[in-house]
């Protein structure tokens, strides 16, 4: 294949422009709010478990409050109907009131007892209260986190992205000004190789494998024309010859 050696050079333009539009995509894809926004995110998951958990304790707690309150009622006002007919005297018959008082001093330490199961419950639905307030609180600061760190990595793909665009546009200007034979060859290298297509020789090694040629390659690409579009022996990559070459 032949070309002109300015188009030869022009390629190295190309191979410019496609090796920092190369640099662009490693740097938006590792950008370092990648990994604090999935570290965040996970952390933050990790408290909505804890929050899911607490709230249900809370929940249960409540329900178990609820229900042992309703026994002490139940208790208290069966132990008042009971005083209320020791009271009254309607009862006469000395083991009827043996019976009675009996039954009102087991109601009383039943009545104790559940109060005490009431207190205890209590305690934990106020500790699983604070539970839950205070992951609701660690949630929201680091929800906050998360969304400073998805803006700042918003942000920072968005110059990424603007200046791609421009590099584009300048690849799309130069790339047209390059033989269609050349450049096709060049993008099929580019593909094989690693995303460089083309290199240049200087000081007699190829930039591409970074390899010096020896004796017999520097005399045949010296003995080339100018217009010959010669290859790099080791690497198989566009050898582009300029007055640093070494030749």
Same mark, same amino acid.
Do not use: W
């Given at each position: 294949?032949?070309? =002109? ?17 190369? /640099? ?6 590792? #950008? ?11 952390? #933050? ?9 607490? /709230? ?13 309150? /309703?026994?002490?009622? /139940? ?10 007919? #020791? ?63 998805? =803006? ?9 992205? =603007?200046?791609? =665009? ?82």
């Amino acid at each position: 294949m032949n070309a =002109a050696p300015a188009d030869q050079i022009r390629l190295l333009d190309v191979q410019a422009l496609d090796i920092r539009l190369t /640099q662009l995509a490693h740097r938006r894809e590792n #950008l370092p709010e990648h990994d604090e926004v999935r570290t965040r995110e996970e952390e #933050l998951t990790q408290l909505r478990d804890l929050l899911v958990a607490a /709230q249900t304790e809370e929940s249960d707690t409540a329900r178990e409050q609820t229900k042992a309150e /309703q026994d002490v009622d /139940q208790v208290r006002r069966r132990a008042t109907r009971d005083q209320e007919r #020791l009271d009254s005297g309607a009862v006469t018959s000395s083991k009827d009131l043996e019976n009675l008082q009996s039954e009102i001093a087991s109601l009383a330490r039943r009545q104790s007892t559940l109060e005490d199961v009431v207190l205890e419950i209590m305690e934990r639905n106020e500790a699983a209260s604070a539970r839950v307030a205070e992951l609701t609180e660690r949630a929201a600061a680091v929800q906050a986190k998360v969304d400073d760190a998805q =803006a700042r990595r918003t942000a920072a793909s968005g110059e990424i992205d =603007a200046e791609e =665009a421009t590099v584009r546009k300048e690849r799309e200007v130069v790339a047209a000004a390059v033989p269609d034979d050349l450049l096709k060859l060049y993008d099929k290298l580019r593909a094989q190789q690693g995303g460089v297509g083309a290199a240049r020789l200087f000081q007699r090694r190829c930039e591409g494998c970074r390899l010096e040629l020896n004796i017999t390659e520097v005399n045949e690409v010296r003995a080339a024309a100018p217009d010959t579009v010669v290859r790099c022996e080791n690497c198989r990559r566009i050898l582009v010859r300029t007055p640093e070459s070494g030749l």
